[in-house]
């Protein structure tokens, strides 16, 4: 259990590069970003490993700019009442854009093709007949009219399958947790696979968009290679973890598995046959660094100065507007009683209660009280201690 308040010069430190437009938004004289400090009131990263940091106890919110959180350790976060944002979809474009480019490219054996042709730099005047007579190792497959398998219907799959349809290809999507929102976006011709089995049986080419979790890991392997179609091209844009590395490399061994392109290069896949191995480049436009830099630090910026989440990953969405008046922001394990404990604690204070608003995820939940009336500044740490005695606190917060 642990009390923090908003300290006068709100700490920020970033983790890996991110956008200076992103950091922009700090720029209000409120704010020091200071990438030394072993105290940070906040945290802006990107794929920076946090499993082994320490979660200091200063720190009130981590924003991941881009999709993925398992660089992340959020349950722990949670439990500390560390509010973990992302920023959905703000990275999708660009890696649909790469998707699409590499499934094509490498259909067409682009990227061996213009290796090859620089090997030829010596050979003169002999450059042309050597390319005419060489090309032919590298004729390819069109995708027109070939089925594209899309695993994961979120932001990014959801781009993938309708600019698919659009490449005339047959679309054949599988997302069981598929959002509504979602839905409404994707187009009706994509074919919905009742079963990933399905998926993997009818795909010429299959690309996967799902986060890495422990449903995910590994869900590529031997037995799934089994279903699928000989010389499928694999497209992994989302997690080195959702392949079997072994299974993979003997899949392209064997030539069950024609091509596999993956975003995640390391020692076992440059080693595999017929592998192209991107060095994270999904998300690396301009257009996509801004835009999660900017959409991670307003929700962070947000957050610390009215306590509203919008985009977290681990605490409910929550919004209530801010009137200036006196905040308590409090997160508590979600079972019965806590908002009428911390109601009571604030009324025997002898203060009024001018709004408030609960919302529970899972097993914790996240409650803010406005006060009608000025609470002066030296009773704030002797209210803060009586609610975070209350049994279930894990944190409070006054704003
Ligand atoms: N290469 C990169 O630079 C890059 C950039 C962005 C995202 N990513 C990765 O891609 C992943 C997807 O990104 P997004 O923005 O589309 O996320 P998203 O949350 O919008 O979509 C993920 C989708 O996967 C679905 N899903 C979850 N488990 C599933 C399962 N077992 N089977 C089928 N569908 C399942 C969800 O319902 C959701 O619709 C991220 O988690 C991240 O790991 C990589
Ligand atoms: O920050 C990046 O460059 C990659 C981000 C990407 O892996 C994500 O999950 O959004």
């Not at 409120?30 to 490993?49: G, K, L």
């Not at 900017?294 to 507007?321: C, H, W």
């Not at 529970?360 to 803010?368: E, I, V």
Request: charged share 20%; net charge negative; proline share 4%.
């Amino acid at each position: 259990m642990s009390t923090i308040t908003l300290n006068k010069l709100t700490t920020v430190k970033t983790l890996n590069n991110i956008a200076e437009s992103g950091l922009d938004v700090f720029n209000n004289g409120h704010y020091a970003i200071d990438n030394q400090t072993a105290h940070p009131d906040a945290i802006v990263v990107r794929s920076f490993n946090m499993h082994s940091l320490e979660l200091n106890r200063e720190l009130k919110a981590i924003a991941r700019a881009g999709a993925g959180v398992n660089n992340i350790p959020v349950d722990k976060c949670t439990e500390q009442g560390i509010v973990v944002f992302n920023t959905p979809g703000a990275n999708a474009n660009a890696v649909k854009e790469l998707v699409l480019t590499t499934l094509i490219a490498s259909s067409r054996n682009l990227f061996d093709g213009v290796a090859w042709a620089k090997t030829l730099e010596a050979e003169g005047n002999q450059i042309p007949k050597l390319v005419e007579a060489g090309k032919k190792q590298f004729v390819g497959k069109e995708i027109k009219g070939k089925t594209l398998g899309v695993i994961g219907l979120g932001a990014i799959g959801a781009l993938v399958a309708n600019d698919a349809l659009n490449l005339d290809m047959e679309v054949i999507g599988f997302d069981p947790f598929i959002s509504v929102d979602t839905a409404w976006n994707l187009s009706r011709t994509v074919h919905r696979a009742m079963t990933i089995e399905q998926l993997f049986a009818h795909s010429d080419f299959i690309t996967v968009h799902v986060p890495l979790t422990d449903d995910t890991r590994g869900m590529f392997n031997e037995a799934t290679f089994s279903l699928m179609k000989d010389d499928v091209h694999i497209l992994n844009f989302s997690r080195d973890g959702l392949v079997n590395e072994t299974d993979m490399a003997a899949a392209l061994e064997s030539g069950k598995v024609g091509k596999y392109i993956t975003d995640f290069p390391n020692e076992n896949v440059l080693k595999m046959k017929n592998v192209v191995p991107i060095p994270h480049l999904g998300a690396s436009t301009q257009e996509s660094e801004e835009n999660c830099a900017i959409m991670a630090a307003r929700q962070l910026k947000d957050y610390l100065e009215t306590g509203n989440i919008k985009n977290s990953v681990n605490f409910p969405n929550v919004s209530l507007p801010y009137s200036g008046k006196p905040r308590v922001a409090a997160f508590h394990k979600n079972v019965p009683n806590m908002v009428g404990q911390i109601t009571s604690a604030i009324s025997n204070y002898h203060l009024n209660i001018a709004d408030m608003v609960n919302r529970s995820r899972g097993d914790y939940a996240y409650t803010m009280i406005d006060i009608d009336s000025k609470v002066e500044n030296n009773s704030i740490p002797a209210l803060e201690e009586i609610l975070t005695q209350i049994e279930g606190i894990v944190s409070v917060r006054f704003i």
